[in-house]
T-cell receptor, first 110, second 112 residues
Framework: GEDVEQSLFLSVREGDSSVINCTYTDSSSTYLYWYKQEPGAGLQLLTYIFSNMDMKQDQRLTVLLNKKDKHLSLRIADTQTGDSAIYFCADGSGGFKTIFGAGTRLFVKA | DTEVTQTPKHLVMGMTNKKSLKCEQHMGHRAMYWYKQKAKKPPELMFVYSYEKLSINESVPSRFSPECPNSSLLNLHLHALQPEDSALYLC???????????FGQGTRLTVV
């Protein structure tokens, strides 16, 4: 079946940029999402990108999409301690069935 | 209103109990979902309702029984659960299929 893969951990210093990477297998994917989950909470939709886009910027967040390599990245500029969370990459192209990556746990050191 | 509201936030139940989880959204979304999430894992889809009809059941055991009384409400009835059913249960909604889903804060369920 289709799959989404992410690295499991990322550690950065406060004020640095964070880059979280994701690869997906479905070449026909059209809707790709980034969700954030803080401890004990639900998933918060951070941003999304459609397959007809290469880049999307929203304040401190930049999403890059490389369709040829089926690679998606989320860059967080000026990372703060409040950004410490798990970030899920998700492929929402399968109708009602969203495929989630395993999640990248971001640690921000003060 | 862009919220999905779940109640209760925490629930402890015995293996012989019957309880219900509730979910509500007022965004006019026509698709509603139940997910189960174990610690340090991504959410796993359980059920999908589309236009108040059950559209997807991911082979979930019958001790979990979903119900969609109207387009804004989604319930999950629990009966004779096992300790391994302890998890975070997340409700989500989306306008239709192939659109972004909005999640509630979840119900932390502990089965003792």
């Amino acid at each position: 079946g289709e799959d989404v893969e992410q690295s499991l951990f990322l550690s950065v210093r406060e004020g640095d940029s964070s880059v979280i990477n994701c690869t997906y297998t479905d070449s026909s994917s059209t809707y790709l999402y980034w969700y954030k989950q803080e401890p004990g909470a639900g998933l918060q939709l951070l941003t999304y990108i459609f397959s007809n886009m290469d880049m999307k910027q929203d304040q401190r967040l930049t999403v890059l999409l490389n369709k040829k390599d089926k690679h998606l990245s989320l860059r967080i500029a000026d990372t703060q301690t409040g950004d410490s969370a798990i970030y899920f990459c998700a492929d929402g192209s399968g109708g009602f069935k969203t495929i989630f990556g395993a999640g990248t746990r971001l640690f921000v050191k003060a | 209103d862009t919220e999905v509201t779940q109640t209760p936030k925490h629930l402890v139940m015995g293996m012989t109990n019957k309880k219900s989880l509730k979910c509500e959204q007022h965004m006019g979304h026509r698709a509603m979902y139940w997910y189960k999430q174990k610690a340090k894992k991504p959410p796993e889809l359980m059920f999908v309702y589309s236009y108040e009809k059950l559209s997807i059941n991911e082979s979930v055991p019958s001790r979990f029984s979903p119900e969609c009384p109207n387009s804004s409400l989604l319930n999950l009835h629990l009966h004779a659960l096992q300790p391994e059913d302890s998890a975070l249960y997340l409700c989500a909604s989306s306008p239709t299929s192939n659109t972004e889903a909005f999640f509630g804060q979840g119900t932390r369920l502990t089965v003792v």
